[in-house]
Every structure is written in C-alpha cells, then in structure tokens.
C-alpha cells in the first residue's frame, strides 16, 4: 500500500530527513515497481515530503572534554609513573555507572505496550432477494490514527456480485481515496484500499459499505483477508449474507419489446414527408450515398448481437443510407427557432455552431453572443483526443439563461474550463478556472464523460472502469473524492456515460447513474433504481438521458446503442408510456454509427409552428449525433428542420437531418440549448 523510505546522514549538526511516499493501487495491496507497470487499472502516487531538522547543542559536548584534560595536564609531568595506574582505575569506575543509564529504559517502553487494544473489524449481517442490492457494513474499533490499509474481502460462495464501495458518512468519508477493485480469482473477490491524506481513523464505527448485487439465492460468507499497512493486524468477525430467490429481472429483456414496438415512433416519420416539398435545394446527396463512413465501425462486436434481434425496430426504417455527405456549406439562418443552439464537439477539439446561435457567452451585455467565443478551447488538428463536453447554462428555461462556463475533457485525462467573470467594465473570460483530474491516465479512452457540478465550482469525471471522481478546487489546490469505484472486468463492459440527477450534484453528496456498455444501470447516493431496457452480452450501448417531467420529477431515461435504437428505463412505479417523447427511428443496420443524443423541451412561442402539434408530441424531442457528425431528430425537435437550409439534408425517404459535411469518424459529443430572447 505505501512504502517507506529513510535516510539519515550525520556530519556535525545533525539532519533526519523522512521521505514517505505513498502508491495507490485501484487493484491491490502493497505492489512492487514491477506490479505498477503491468497492474490492469491506473494507478497515482501521493508524494508527501516531511522534512525533520533539528540541531544538537555544541556546547555540551566540548563541556566534557575541556574540563577532564586540564586537570591532567596541571600534574601529569612529575609523576609520570602515577597516571598509570590512575588511569586504570578511572577506566573501571565508568561501567559500574553504565548499567543504572540502561535500567530505565526498559521501564519506560513497557508502558506504551500496555494501552493499545487490538483493532477489530466486523462485517455486519445482510440478507435479501436475487437481484436486488445487498448493502454490507464494516464496522472498526479500537482504531489509532489508521490512515493507510488495505485487506481483500472474500466470500464463501459466489452469490454476490460487487457493485460499488461507498463511504459517505462513514469514518473514511473524508479520506483522499478509498478503491475498490474487483477480482476474478477466487470468484467474488473484492480489493479495498484506502489512503486518508490528512484524516484518519480514531474512533470505533462504520469504516465503509460495500455495495453488492444479489445473483443467486443461497448463502455465502464474507470474511476478510490480506489486511496490510495499520489494519495488518486487525481481528476480524465474519458474517453471513442469506439471499432468497425472488422474481428475477431476467426476464427484463423481454420488456425492451416497448422501445421496439414503440408504437409513438412510427407517427413520427408521416410528419417530416408532409413536410419535404419545403426543401426545395437537395443537392442531389444520392450521388454519394455510399454512407460516408459507419462502415469503419463494426468494432462493438457486430457478430456478437444476435440479441439485438429483439427490436426490429430496424424494419420500420431501412435507411442506413441516412448519411448522405454533401458538403453544403453552414448558413443556418433561416431556422424555425431563431434560439437554438447546436453546439457539436469532434475529436481534434473543435466546436461547430450548427445551430441559430453562434457562440457562447454575451461579454458586452446587448443581448447578442460572440461568436468567437466557440474557438476557445485547445484544437489538436492531428489528435483525436477529446471525448466529451458540458455547457453550464444559469437561469436554465427562463428570459435571463445564459451560458457562463464550459468544461471539456480528453480520453487520457486532460481538463479545460472556461467562464465568463463579471468586472465593473464588463465581462472577460477566465480560462482553466478548475483543477486538472489528479490521475495520469494511460489510455486514450480511459474518460469518459465530463459533468459540472450544481454550482459550477467543481466537476465529475468519469473514468472506462466506472471510476467516478468529483474534483473541487483550482490548479493543484483541489479536493477529491471517490463516488464510485471500479466495475468488474470493465476492459470486456466499460462504463460509457454518466448521469447526474437535476439537482443532485451536491459533490458531497451526488445522486445519479452509471450505464455500462452492456445496457446496465448503475445507481449511486440516493438515486432510485431504473429499469425495462435490455440488456445484452455485448458492449453496444452508447449514451443516456434522464426524462424529466414538467414537475421537476424523475421518471427514468432514454437509452440509445450503436446501432440507433432507443429503449426506455423507467423507475419503479412507473410505465413506460409515462416518459411521454418521440422516439427516433434510425436503425443503421450493421453500421455502429450512433454517438450521443440529447434530449430537449421547447415550449417557446415560435410563430408560424403548430403548436397543436407540438403539444402532442409534449414539446420535447431528440436531437441524435452520429459519429460522422450527421444529427438526426424526433418529436418536438423535428420542426427546428422544417424550414432549414444550408447544412440540412434529407435520406431516401424525405428524412431531414442536420450534415455539417464531415466524412469520417470524428464528431464526438452534443450539447443543444435555447435562449429565450437571445439571438446571435
């Protein structure tokens, strides 16, 4: 777990220097240099220098020698035979003085022995059904300032699979990291590991809960093993964990039939045809319907989704031709909503203004944005490196919205912020006004996903093995916290997006999910479960979005995978004609071209829209980026096409979607907002 270095070096005053340094191991116990190289996770190190100096007095020993040779010399001359034996019989007086200086030294290092109790720690009992969260507390006592331990815990028989370590409102809430790392071998095996910083452990409670899930009924025992570092010696009490079966959600995939058969969809598609004699200038796209490129993307395992056979929805829409690549050039000024906002995020960094407004922030206060400030973020034309981004809009849905930060990341970890401050002169933009992620990362896919806290003065970051970070602070002055650890095997299921529920990213006390690429839903604080999607044995899925409902609740979420189908999850008592939007009808065959999606509700006063229409369709609908850059719509979201031009296209069927005329894999995120009396 950490490793200990001293050194002490002595040439007259006298310098003790202690170097400690600690390495942090998502997925293990103490490891050697070797063990770091070849370790499956990332890993940090916290260096932490204490420098000790102190320098012993000269005076006292140059008062020994001074006194003891002038006396000898003052009567050493005439009797040179005398020292002799006077000298002997000093040179034996002094051991009969050694012994008493040794005697009560033993005395005092008995005392120190006598108070420390042994460290306890105890698992406390649990029990439920199959598949549902079983949630295990270890308790600590007799603790002395435990900073640093680590132990595996192991259990009997393999009923349950390891979720999530949580220490929130536990004695290791305050700690700098506390990991959890899974392990194949012995089946159901969970690392912990944990470093306190500047906390530690001295009182008897909760130290932390384990967070499992329920696979099969019986009963297993958990114990604790392989303890290091302060908690190395530490008694432990088992326990048992009786899971009972239950109806298990199994039998949830045979539910997707709602997103499947979403008979909403297929009334989606009548409305833009009577609406294609309007585009009156397609740039006869059929030339080149050679689909620019979703056939560079079978990666997600193609051969392995017999299972998506269970939505055909596919049929509804033989058109994997729906990216068609003219090049038109952008002049997106004739929109039905002159305040909307398109914001499209590739790969080499750049963002593309396909929307009404162009830009971001309003630094002169006239009600206009800039629309420069779009180019604000680094641009790596050789690099694609960035993955993800976040606007931080304030006064969300009212006549005063604006957007006052943004924050982007890059798969190997890189951070850039920017936002606008306001002076007495005006605004001006601060840029990197949050601290970096604390983590090198190795892999150019290792983050995922990038969210802003409530207040803006933090963000979460969510890493492919389902890490979530929450990192407060500016430069290296930051504060971090673990929300989630790692998954399972993440390198076969990695985590792919991350959701924070609306209000919700207290960073000390976050609710949200965590979609693997499975189809799973990860809860974790306070965040109900979700479910109906289903789930498959390939990684395809690709993006998430909570559905809100007009009263501010939470009824569940829309799903897409690569392949352009969307599922619905719904949380418990909910149905899944509740979460009440269009959903697209894409189905691009065998090409993994879908990205990312958003989800949007207008219920702006747009002349000229039907705004029976728009009620029906409940004013929201889907805007959906390919990774070619094409974004195709849904619902309320398809009158924002009905009168465009410019960079607007249309498929076989008279589909519009937005082409800003990319022809290759690059476009990487999507983020869309309206302003309601700003135009750029």
């Not at 076969?492 to 990213?505: K, L, T």
């Not at 189809?519 to 498959?536: W, Y």
């Not at 476009?667 to 302003?675: Q, T």
Request: hydrophobic content about 35%; proline content about 11%.
């Amino acid at each position: 777990m950490y490793k200990q270095c001293v050194k002490a070096t002595q040439a007259g005053p006298v310098f003790l220097m202690v170097i400690l340094c600690l390495t942090v191991i998502p997925g293990g116990m103490a490891a050697s240099s070797d063990n770091l190289e070849n370790g499956s996770g990332s890993f940090f190190r916290i260096p932490i220098h204490l420098i000790l100096v102190s320098q012993i007095s000269e005076t006292p020993a140059e008062t020994p020698t001074v006194a003891p040779v002038e006396t000898p010399t003052a009567t050493p001359v005439p009797p040179t035979n005398t020292p002799v034996p006077a000298t002997e019989t000093p040179t034996q007086v002094p051991p009969t003085a050694i012994p008493p200086t040794n005697t009560p030294i033993p005395p005092t290092e008995s005392p120190t022995v006598v108070p420390s109790k042994p460290i306890e720690l105890i698992l406390g009992s649990a029990a439920g059904k199959v598949s549902e969260e079983i949630v295990v507390p270890i308790t600590i006592r007799n603790a002395v300032d435990a900073d640093a331990f680590g132990f595996d815990v192991v259990q009997s028989s393999n009923l349950l699979e390891f979720v999530s370590v949580d220490s929130v409102g536990t004695l290791t809430a305050d700690f700098f990291a506390v990991i959890a790392n899974p392990l194949s071998q012995p089946a159901g095996t969970v690392q912990i590991a944990a470093i306190g910083g500047f906390s530690s452990v001295n009182e008897d409670g909760i130290l932390l809960n384990l967070k499992y899930n329920a696979i099969a009924a019986g009963e297993t025992t958990l114990n604790i093993v392989n303890l290091v570092d302060d908690l190395a010696d530490a008694n432990v009490t088992t326990t048992g964990v009786t899971i009972v079966a239950a109806e298990t959600p199994t039998e949830i995939p045979p539910t997707p039939e709602t997103p499947t058969s979403t008979p909403v969809p297929p009334t989606n598609t009548p409305v833009p045809p009577t609406n294609t004699p309007v585009p009156p200038t397609p740039e006869s796209p059929t030339p080149t319907p050679a689909t620019p490129v979703p056939v560079a993307t079978e990666t997600p395992a193609p051969t392995n989704t017999p299972a998506p056979t269970n939505t055909p929805t596919p049929t509804n829409t033989p058109t994997p031709t729906n990216t068609p690549t003219p090049s038109p050039t952008p002049t997106p000024d004739n929109f039905a909503n002159p305040y909307q906002g398109i914001s499209l995020l590739t790969g080499y960094g750049g963002i593309h203004d396909l929307g009404d407004l162009a830009g971001w922030f309003d630094l002169n206060n006239d009600g206009s944005l800039e629309s420069n400030t779009s180019h604000i973020l680094p641009f790596y034309p050789n690099e694609d490196a960035f993955r993800d981004f976040e606007l931080f809009v304030e006064n969300k849905g009212s006549v005063n919205a604006e957007i006052k930060a943004v924050i982007t990341c890059t798969g190997d970890g890189r951070i850039f912020t920017a936002q606008t401050k306001n002076l007495s002169r005006g605004k001006y933009i601060e840029f990197n006004f949050l601290a970096d992620f604390p983590l090198d990362l190795e892999s150019s896919e290792a983050m995922r996903d990038v969210e802003f806290t409530d207040n803006a003065n933090g963000y979460f970051a969510l890493l492919e093995d389902g890490s979530l970070f929450v990192i407060e602070g500016k430069g290296n002055r930051r504060s971090v916290n673990v929300v989630n650890s790692p998954f399972t095997n993440p390198r076969v299921n990695p985590a792919v997006d991350m959701e924070i529920i609306p209000g919700q990213g207290n960073p000390g006390n976050p609710a949200g999910y965590i979609l693997d690429s499975f189809g799973r839903i990860r809860t974790f604080g306070q965040a109900p479960a979700l479910q109906g999607n289903p789930m498959f044995n390939v990684p395809i899925y690709k993006d998430m979005e909570l559905y809100i409902d007009d009263n501010g609740e939470l009824l569940g979420a829309i799903l897409v995978d690569g392949f352009g189908r969307f599922y619905k999850a719904v949380r418990s008592g909910v149905e899944a004609d509740q979460l009440n939007i269009m959903l697209p009808q894409l189905a691009f065959g065998d090409n993994f071209a879908m990205q990312a999606f958003e989800i949007q509700v207008d219920k702006l006063d747009i002349p000229g829209r039907d705004e029976a229409l728009m009620a029906e369709f409940n004013y929201r609908g889907i805007f959906a980026l390919t990774r070619f850059g094409t974004i195709h719509t849904s619902g309320a979201a398809d009158f924002y096409l009905e009168m465009a031009r410019g960079n607007v296209d249309q498929t076989a069927e008279g589909k519009l979607f937005i082409n800003p005329g990319f022809s290759f894999d690059i476009a990487r995120d999507l983020e869309v907002y309206i302003f309601v009396e700003r135009q750029g």
